[in-house]
């Protein structure tokens, strides 16, 4: 081979070898991955109990906040309306206080009489002592009340547990209990999840972490729809910090807008 051409191949190489490329795995098409709903929430009781409100079915979209499913609660809402009454009385309260009051009318008339010499000083210590003893009345009273408002927060907090509401904008994947069905603490009872967006995470070769970063857009290529299918856009939302030594690659997040509610768990291409 002549020596000019044989030192236009290997420059030719080297070009190849130096061009930009598309990231993408050892597969072709793309690095190889599976969507997965952006949240998905197994929900529980905390506490034993008896279900008696259940609204919705398997497949129902909801919103955040929205009660799902409710145990037996009658016993606990009269306990809460004899503590909500008796946090809210204020009676002894103001009895101590209109007791401290004259408590400290009488030392004040029994100190003017003690300056004309009509009042002992004897009776002068007793009246300052009935205003101590008052003062510490009023002080215990209002403890006794604050007490009572904490014991009403409590068994609100405790019928609040007594309910699942959803911690997601979503819909019910799983429903795992019935009405009048006594469950468990602990136990599954429903399933929340969001697949819009969703997420995917690819295993992106470790040699091209210096050409990743966050934002930049993703192109999704589903498995089953064959190559002629479109593609979806996504972007990158989180990359990893830790590589899985086994594999040599990073974990790679993308984010995928989901209008058309195309299910989770689709195997998909992922170039960027």
């Given at each position: ?85 008796q946090a809210e ?72 547990n007594m309910q ?57 290529q589903i498995v ?49």
């Open positions: 081979m002549p020596k000019r051409g044989f030192c236009s191949l290997i420059l030719l190489s080297l070009a190849v070898a130096t061009s930009p490329r598309p990231l993408q795995a050892a597969v072709a098409g793309g690095i190889r991955a599976v969507t997965r709903p952006s949240a998905d929430v197994m929900l529980s009781f905390v506490q034993p109990g008896r279900i008696v409100f259940l609204p919705f079915k398997e497949g129902d979209t909801i919103k955040a906040d929205q009660v799902l499913v409710r145990q037996d609660d009658a016993a606990e809402q009269i306990q809460l309306a004899q503590l909500k009454a009385d204020t009676t002894q309260i103001r009895a101590a206080e209109a007791s401290l009051a004259q408590k400290k009318v009488d030392l004040a008339k029994l100190e003017k009489a003690a300056a004309s010499n009509a009042a002992t000083t004897l009776e002068v210590e007793h009246a300052r002592l009935d205003v101590t003893i008052a003062e510490l009345s009023l002080q215990l009273a209002q403890f006794e009340h604050e007490q009572a408002i904490r014991k009403y927060q409590e068994l609100e907090a405790r019928i609040k699942i509401a959803s911690p997601i904008d979503g819909k019910i994947e799983q429903i795992a209990v019935e009405v009048g069905e006594s469950v468990n603490a602990l136990a599954d009872a429903i399933r929340v999840v969001r697949t819009d967006p969703l997420w995917i995470d690819a295993p992106v070769p470790l040699q091209e972490r210096s050409r990743l970063s966050l934002g930049i857009p993703a192109h999704i089953e729809a064959g190559l002629g299918a479109e593609t979806l856009e996504g972007r990158v939302i989180f990359v990893g910090t830790v590589a899985d030594a086994a594999s040599g690659t990073l974990r790679v997040r993308i984010e995928v807008p989901n209008k058309t509610g195309r299910p989770a768990g689709e195997h998909v291409l992922v170039s960027f």
